[in-house]
């Protein structure tokens, strides 16, 4: 089974603070994503990894900033926490190639006082 | 930029029944991928069901199947026979089918339907 675990389930920060979210897959894939899931809408993809040391910005990425230095872990940093990243993060890996599916960790739910 | 839409934040269905979801996009591209996930309460989001732009027949995996109207870019999901454990929030997902490194295969997600089955 495709494994996708994250560092922690619940993460209370404070404004300023620097915070780390970590992902690990298992299962060799090129691909590493993270996405913000809000209510109503849905999950909205900050960045992701095609490879190692390789990033594109997705749809958000402001305020945030990823690393990947090995292919199986792919870090989100918030270099400055504020209020408004208040939300759950999900961590997803994939393969580029074919009709495939991405595979999901269980989410870190962030908050920021 | 592709735009996935649910209409139905919430749908409420009688245990053994069937409900429909709803989810509509916009996309410029002829070819491309439709995923339904489902992600249950405080667990991990898990695929359900998939469709190929370019396949006619609608997929079906047990009771979980889909409606896809390319023209009309719908793409409903119908559950029968529903069970309690089908209670979950429910996502459609657009990827496109370029394969492009630097794309990525990311998907785009609509806001989500919660499913609450009523015993």
């Known amino acids: 089974d495709v494994k996708v675990t994250q560092s922690s389930r619940y993460l209370v920060k404070r404004t300023g603070e620097k915070v780390f979210l970590e992902c690990v897959q298992d299962?060799?894939?090129?691909?590493m994503f993270w996405y913000r899931q809000d209510p109503g809408l849905g999950l909205r993809l900050i960045y992701f990894?095609?490879?190692?040391?390789?990033?594109e910005k997705g749809d958000i990425p402001e305020g945030y900033s990823v690393s990947r230095e090995k292919k199986e872990r792919f870090s989100l940093i918030l270099e400055s926490a504020s209020t408004n990243q208040t939300s759950m993060y999900l961590c997803?890996?994939?393969?580029?190639?074919?009709?495939?599916?991405?595979?999901f960790g269980p989410g870190t739910r962030l908050t920021v006082l | 930029a592709q735009t996935v839409t649910q209409s139905q934040p919430e749908m409420s269905v009688q245990e053994a029944e069937t409900v429909t979801l709803s989810c509509t996009y916009d996309?410029?591209?002829?070819?491309?991928?439709l995923f339904w996930y489902k992600q249950p309460p405080s667990r991990q989001m898990i695929l359900v069901i998939r469709?190929?732009?370019?396949?006619?027949q609608n997929a079906t995996e047990n009771r979980f199947s889909v409606n896809f109207q390319k023209a009309a870019k719908s793409f409903s999901l119908k559950i029968s026979d529903s069970q309690l454990g089908d209670a979950a929030m429910y996502f459609c997902?657009?990827?496109?089918?370029?394969?492009?490194?630097?794309?990525?295969?990311?998907?785009?997600f609509g806001g989500g339907t919660r499913v609450l089955v009523k015993p």
């Open positions: 997803a890996s994939g393969v580029l190639v074919g009709f495939n599916e991405q595979f």
């Open positions: 299962m060799d894939h090129e691909n």
């Open positions: 990894s095609y490879d190692v040391k390789m990033k």
């Open positions: 996309t410029s591209e002829s070819d491309y991928y």
């Open positions: 469709q190929e732009a370019y396949k006619q």
């Open positions: 997902a657009y990827r496109s089918a370029l394969m492009i490194k630097a794309a990525g295969n990311k998907l785009t």
